[in-house]
């Protein structure tokens, strides 16, 4: 039986990934979106985070969604969904305006029309016609070269500057994701890049504000994201994951993909000190041979150097900004992978900063929510859905109107191209 909500009173988050998809719906509040229901399957359509199999992607999308709307016991039509993959590309980018004057020769005050003018102004860049904007993300703003400002409505001066993070990404690939959405019967009401979202449920403010990096470990990619001073400073996305790993495993032990899979989730660890050296596992046989058994040691001898190899790439990615001169709240991993043993440990080791597992949370006190760091994305993409909503309600807009104008804006996006 149907509960009383209606479809403009829920937001739905849809996690896209190459491993599983996962769907949470919620009511939006003010305060902490209520999470109502959540659906889980296997992704079998991606891979790398890029949509290789339309159809299949679309019957999964629509399985997951179908589930989280049963046990929510409410239909929803739009989902906010997430996007990664080796296509998406970020930058630094200003802008520079002068600021609106009152009248003759006095000092301007900064309004909220020269603050859309100037992130307008830090955003025009060139790029290829194959690839869109995904995200513009103001860092700090600057009046009359006083910097270190987060917001200048109100503030006098002449000249207002703008440092913003600019995300952009293939056209095609998004394109698929929103086709799959469609064929499963669901509109996208915004797509996000998925380190954001995670980063939304995982962090805190403190960490964002003393320089933190973010490292989410899914299945076809690891996605990055670093902030410091309460702002974005970098992100990117690792074309390597949890079945690279997977795949070293199953070659390794001989052994199907499947039981890799099984192996490294109920065995797995990447770093010798969080096991016992005398411990022993069961590999199954192939086309009927007899199981044999492997020392846990021999196990993370595989898996070890692969996740070393991902976290030294990500290293190198962050030394490209020089972004870690700027970390002083270390390291926090999240994504399905995070969960392996001896992950921190290793972590540690390559970046030489403290390091803790992320899960999402709770934003009024805290707690974990119990889903584990492999939800951090579906939750941050329910938390950016709650953001939008509630701004949407503060500034006097119904529902159905925001529904409407922010679902033409993602369509407008792609239909410029052609």
């Known amino acids: 039986m149907k509960n009383a909500l209606s479809q403009q009173d829920v937001i739905c988050g849809l996690d896209v990934g190459t491993t599983k998809i996962a769907a949470i719906i919620a009511t939006p509040s003010r305060d902490e979106p209520q999470l109502l229901g959540m659906g889980v399957v296997p992704s079998r359509g991606l891979r790398r985070g890029v949509v290789v199999n339309l159809e299949q992607t679309a019957s999964d999308i629509a399985e997951a969604v179908s589930m989280a709307q049963q046990e929510a016991g409410v239909e929803i039509e739009t989902v906010w969904a997430g996007i990664a993959g080796e296509h998406v590309k970020s930058l630094n980018s200003r802008g520079v305006i002068p600021v609106t004057r009152w009248r003759g020769d006095q000092t301007g005050e900064v309004t909220t029309a020269d603050v859309d003018k100037v992130v307008e102004a830090a955003r025009t860049i060139l790029l290829p016609p194959d690839r869109r904007v995904l995200h513009v993300l103001p860092q700090e703003f600057m009046v009359d070269a006083e910097g270190g400002i987060r917001m200048p409505v109100g503030m006098a001066g002449v000249r207002l500057e703008a440092d913003v993070h600019i995300v952009h990404c293939a056209v095609s690939s998004a394109q698929n994701i929103i086709a799959c959405c469609k064929r499963a019967g669901v509109g996208v009401q915004d797509l996000i890049l998925e380190p954001l979202a995670s980063s939304d449920s995982v962090l805190t403010d403190d960490e964002k504000e003393l320089g933190v990096i973010l490292l989410d470990f899914g299945g076809g990619t690891t996605d990055l994201a670093a902030f410091q001073g309460g702002a974005i400073r970098h992100t990117a996305v690792i074309g390597y994951g949890g079945d690279y790993i997977t795949r070293d495993i199953a070659m390794g032990l001989r052994t199907p993909m499947e039981s890799a899979e099984t192996i490294k989730i109920e065995h797995g660890a990447a770093h010798h000190r969080s096991i016992n050296q005398n411990d022993f596992l069961e590999i199954p046989g192939i ?43 270390g390291v926090v991993l999240t994504g399905g992978g995070a ?56 500034s006097g807009r119904n529902a159905e109107t925001w529904t409407a104008k922010t679902s033409l804006k993602v369509r407008k996006w792609f239909s410029e191209i052609f």
């Open 287 to 329: 086309g009927g041979r007899e199981p044999r058994e492997l020392s846990r040691s021999m196990l993370v001898s595989i898996i070890g150097p692969r996740v070393e190899e991902i976290l030294t790439l990500a290293r190198e990615e962050l030394k490209k900004t020089r972004v870690l001169d700027m970390i002083g709240a």
């Open 339 to 394: 969960s392996m043993s001896g992950m921190a440990e290793i972590a540690e080791e390559i970046f030489a900063l403290p390091v803790r597992i992320g899960a999402p949370r709770d934003r009024m006190d805290g707690r974990d929510l119990g889903l584990g760091p492999k939800y951090a994305t579906a939750v941050g993409l329910v938390r950016q859905a709650n953001k939008q909503y509630v701004d949407m309600m503060m």
